[in-house]
C-alpha cells in the first residue's frame, strides 16, 4: 500500500510524545538515511549541517536553497518513513525567501522543517515561522514546524537570565506557529525539565556522549531527541582515522568496524 505525505505527516506528529520520545539519528544523504532507517528508525531527520558539509559547503546559511531540496527530495524518495528537514535559517534572506523554502520542501515529500533563530533578532524567525505556516496552510499540507532556539548553543545573553529569555522566545515562536521547540546545546536535567514545565509544544533536545539517555530525557518531558550533526562528525572521523592509518603506519585495521559491503549496496539497491 502507498503511503502518502498526509499519512506520514499524522505518523511523525503522533511521534512526538515524552512517554516515548521521538529519536533521531541525523543523515545527511541517501546512504546515511537508508542505514539509519534499516537500523529501525521510525523516523528521518536531516542535519543542515552534514548536509551542507556532504555538497561541499560550510555549515552557516550558504548552502543554496536548490541544492537543499534536491538533497532532501533524493532522501525522500528513497526512504519509507516520514522525513524531516534542517532547513538552517529558512535558505534565504526574509520570511517570503523561508516560504518559497518550505513549499519546496513540502513538495520535495517531507512532513516538517526546523528553522533556527541562530543570532536573529527572535522577532524575525517568529516572522519566518509564521510566514512558513502560512505556505504550509496555502497547500493544505500538515507540516510539523520545528523552531530552534541558539541560546544555550551559541551562549546567548545573560548566564542569570538565558532560561527566561528561551522561555520567552518559545512561547513567541509557538504564537506564530511552531508546533515543536527544540532547545539546543542544554542536557542538564534541571534545565530540560524546567523547558519541558513551560513549553505549551513538544520539546526537542540534542544530545551526545554524556547526555541523559533518551529514556531520561522523556521522564524529563522532552518528547523528541536529536543527535544533531553528530553522527556526520563521527562518520568524517571514521575517514580520517582511516586515513591516518594509511598515511601514518600504513595500517589498515580502523576498517574493521565497516558495513559490509553486500549489505550496504543491498540498502541502496532496495531504496523506495
Not at 172 to 191: C, E, M, N, Q, R
Not at 200 to 229: C, D, F, H
Request: aromatic content about 4%.
Amino acid at each position: 500500500m502507498t503511503i502518502t505525505q498526509p499519512d506520514h505527516a499524522r505518523l511523525f506528529r503522533s511521534l512526538h510524545t515524552s512517554a516515548e520520545p521521538l529519536a533521531l539519528a541525523n543523515a545527511w544523504d541517501v546512504a546515511s538515511a537508508r542505514v539509519i532507517e534499516a537500523a529501525g528508525a521510525p523516523a528521518i531527520a536531516t542535519t543542515s549541517a552534514g548536509v551542507a558539509w556532504s555538497l561541499g559547503s560550510p555549515d552557516g546559511n550558504v548552502l543554496t536553497r536548490d541544492r537543499a531540496l534536491k538533497l532532501i527530495a533524493r532522501i525522500v524518495a528513497a526512504v519509507a518513513v516520514p522525513v524531516t528537514a534542517d532547513i538552517e535559517g529558512g535558505y534565504g534572506t526574509d520570511a517570503a525567501d523561508v516560504a518559497e523554502t518550505v513549499s519546496g520542501v513540502l513538495a520535495a515529500g517531507a512532513v516538517g522543517v526546523n528553522i533556527e533563530d541562530g543570532t536573529r533578532p527572535p522577532a524575525e524567525l517568529a516572522a519566518r515561522l509564521a510566514a512558513a505556516r502560512r505556505s504550509a496552510d496555502r497547500t493544505g499540507a500538515d507540516l510539523f514546524l520545528n523552531a530552534r532556539i541558539d541560546t544555550y548553543l551559541f551562549g546567548l545573553g545573560d548566564p542569570d537570565t538565558r532560561l527566561k529569555e528561551t522561555l520567552a522566545r518559545a512561547h513567541s515562536y509557538v504564537d506564530a506557529g511552531a508546533d515543536g521547540i527544540f532547545v539546543p546545546g542544554v542536557t542538564d536535567t534541571a534545565t530540560v525539565a524546567a523547558l519541558a514545565r513551560d513549553i505549551p509544544v513538544p520539546l526537542n533536545v540534542m544530545a551526545g556522549p554524556g547526555a541523559p539517555t533518551v529514556a531520561e530525557l522523556g521522564a524529563l518531558g522532552v518528547a523528541r531527541v536529536s543527535l544533531g550533526s553528530g553522527v556526520a562528525q563521527a562518520a568524517y572521523a571514521a575517514a580520517r582515522r582511516a586515513a591516518q592509518d594509511l598515511f601514518g603506519t600504513g595500517g589498515y585495521d580502523s576498517l574493521a568496524d565497516g558495513i559490509a559491503f553486500p549489505e550496504l549496496d543491498a540498502l541502496l539497491s532496495e531504496a523506495h
